[in-house]
């Protein structure tokens, strides 16, 4: 594209003019920031975070920058090497433009500056960072691919922190410029394109105008700056609006979790546009039809207790806002929701340093109840208060979406703190590894139950049949016939913080004898198998009993990658590896699974499981099962007793 050398000069020449000290964080934002870091202790350690990936990046050479052609993306080692340069090259530059904003450190200035320039040039000349598009893609996906790691949103924000410490080159701001109007076209034409489609948006479908809404805002005297505006909000609109969320409030997409995605497109534009004007933050509609209050209330509402947000069908399916996504707080900050600090548990995680400029002084708690989210068919089982509650999320849902799994009926449990029954779900998601499909989509990575060998067939749904709660215990039953010869019924009793049984009824519908395969995905280390009941420990001081009715010493105990987690395990204050993850590397862990397996008579057949948490090794439990009844015991006293029938 030609451009008028004069129009760049004034462009740059009229962002150069503007206040300084206003974006990302406002001035009495970044003096609070300075204070906490020398007295909070989680602050400080963002801070000392922050400086150790500076300093590690002043030492090695940054780079190289090497996109991958799409086409040569795909089962590719080296593509993923190459994303993994870029990542590490971004958080590197990231850390020294913060670095420099807060300390006025003048080598982390000067490595920022060299990376804008390298970021430009490579941008420039191989037409992308991470991945370079066809030529004839179509719009949306032809900005999308090639604004990966050159996002412009934080891009303006970095060079807004490097503006604090005295960047002031009018070229090289020229030649950001230039690359940033090229993005606006193929931006406002993806906009254009989704709005004609009227299609329900794909989960990055916002980057398009959150682009166009921060270009404008940054340079707004380009003649196109009030098209991009009207193109970036109506574009947001759509993304989320009615078309993309259920009745029940869920944002249904290739997975729920999609609309922190779109959230984190969102917040850089709100960090520039509140810097530049007034906006209403609190008051703040994303669509005619759901405020940012309202996209902020639905992640506290299905929380876990660590903090974890589910994420059925393409992610792992809880997947902590630190897995990538860190602007959950602070957008429910600026909503005026400060609790949502407390429900995504951030004060187990190393956040980034510029969250505490946003943090509440005092937690702000309000506990969540047992919901039942009936459009997109989840139950949040809850009961207990605070980190040690229980929570189990049972899907039993609609599977239409992109991105599928090969699941039904799977749930998860987390109890005293830790993640007990988890689903492997398909992590990490944007890379080239073959176990995503080879492993994590498949039905056995979830805790769901194979017949004869076969997958649960894509794109099944469940169906809800009983939602019953009360004072003692909730009970939920549902079912899925995506089998052909056999249906599926799952009943779920949680005694209130207690234990939870898992009754299986398969039925055949054709007269015939069919092998059944049941997996369950134990997060702990196996430290005892008796008959009917296993024993799994996690940090030393937090137990599960496992009990089923075919359980024996002989069971096999498998083991398979599981992504997400919380991220917990993420090692703060260093750079991303170069090289590829691999399953049982941080990040991506290894994780034990029992495999059940049983014959289903022509007449049909009850699987009956039992998962009791507890914070010391007691043992001692019974699960003994008559016609039509089931009693959980511990040293012969009834602990639950349950009926059930054909």
């Known amino acids: ?62 780079g190289p920058l090497q996109p991958t052609p799409i086409a040569d993306y795909y089962h590719n080692e080296q593509a993923t090497i190459n994303n993994n ?43 992308g960072i991470q991945i370079v598009p066809e030529s004839d893609s179509d719009p949306k996906r032809f900005y999308y691919l090639s604004s990966r790691s050159f996002y412009p949103e934080q891009m303006i924000v970095l060079v807004e922190l490097m503006r604090s410490e005295g960047f002031s080159d009018n070229g090289l701001l020229r030649e950001l410029i230039e690359r940033l109007l090229f993005l606006t076209e193929s931006a406002a034409s993806a906009c254009e394109q989704l709005h ?36 970036g909000w109506r574009n947001m609109a759509e993304y989320f609006g009615e078309q993309s969320v259920l009745p029940d409030g869920t944002f249904h997409e290739a997975f729920p979790w999609a609309e922190g995605y779109g959230l984190e497109f969102l917040y850089p534009v709100l960090a520039i546009l509140r810097g530049s004007q007034e906006i209403d933050i609190p008051n703040l509609k994303l669509s005619p039809t759901r405020l940012l209050r309202n996209a902020i209330q639905w992640q506290i509402d299905v929380a876990s ?55 509440p002084d005092a937690p702000v708690v309000k506990h969540s109840e047992s919901l039942l989210l009936s459009d997109v068919g989840w139950s949040i089982m809850r009961s207990g208060k605070g980190p040690e509650a229980f929570y189990a999320m049972f899907d039993h849902g609609i599977h239409q979406s992109g991105h599928c799994m090969p699941q039904c009926l799977t749930f998860d449990m987390v109890r005293h703190g830790h993640h007990w029954i988890v689903n492997s779900g398909c992590a990490p998601h944007y890379c080239t590894y073959d176990e995503q499909n080879s492993w994590h989509r498949t039905t056995k990575a979830g805790n769901c139950i194979e017949i004869d060998g076969e997958e649960i067939p894509d794109r099944t749904d469940g169906e809800l049949l009983e939602w019953n709660q009360n004072h003692k215990c909730i009970t939920i039953t549902a079912r899925h016939q995506g089998y052909a010869a056999v249906v599926h ?26 092998s059944a395969k049941s997996y369950w995905h134990i997060n702990g280390e196996l430290i005892r198998r008796t008959q009917n009941c296993f024993a799994f420990v996690a940090s030393g001081d937090r137990y599960l009993s496992v009990l089923h009715q075919s359980l024996s010493p002989e069971v096999e105990v498998a083991e398979g990658p599981c992504g997400g987690l919380g991220r917990l395990n993420l090692a703060p204050g260093k750079l991303p590896s170069r090289q590829p993850i691999s399953p049982g590397d941080p990040g991506w862990r290894m994780v034990p699974y029992l495999v059940i397996e049983s014959i289903v008579p022509p007449s049909g057949k009850f699987e009956i499981s039992a998962f009791i948490p507890e914070q010391e090794d007691r043992g001692n439990w019974t699960l003994k099962i008559t016609d039509g009844s089931l009693t959980l015991s511990r040293c012969g006293h009834s602990v639950l007793e349950a009926a059930f029938s054909r």
């Open 85 to 127: 340069l870029a990542s590490r090259f971004w958080c590197g530059w990231t850390a020294c433009a913060w670095k420099a904003a807060i300390a006025g450190d003048a080598p982390a200035l000067e490595r920022s500056v060299h990376c804008l320039d390298l970021v430009v040039r490579t941008h420039r000349d191989k037409r």
């Open 196 to 231: 004609q489609e009227r299609a329900p948006y794909w989960n990055g479908d916002n980057c398009h105008g959150a682009c166009l809404l921060s270009i404008g805002a940054i340079l707004p005297n380009h003649p196109d700056a009030p098209e991009w505006e009207t193109l």
């Open 305 to 359: 207790p660590l903090g974890e947000i589910p994420s059925i069908n393409d992610t792992n399916s809880h997947e902590s806002f630190m897995g990538g996504y860190h602007s959950l707080p602070i957008l429910g900050q600026w909503a005026g929701m400060p609790e949502v600090w407390s429900a995504l548990r951030t004060e187990r995680y190393r956040l980034p340093v510029y969250a505490y400029a946003h943090r």
């Open 1 to 62: 594209m030609s451009l008028d050398p004069g129009l760049l000069h004034d462009l740059a020449c009229g962002w150069l003019d503007r206040p300084i000290g206003r974006i990302p964080l406002l001035p009495e934002e970044m003096a609070t920031l300075r204070r906490r870091i020398e007295t909070d202790e989680d602050a400080g350690m963002a801070w000392a975070d922050t400086c150790a990936m500076a300093d590690k990046f002043l030492d090695e050479e940054p």
């Open 489 to 514: 019924t799952r009943q779920l009793i949680h005694q209130n913080e207690g234990p939870i049984v898992v009754i299986d009824h398969l039925m055949p519908n054709d007269g015939k004898s069919h």
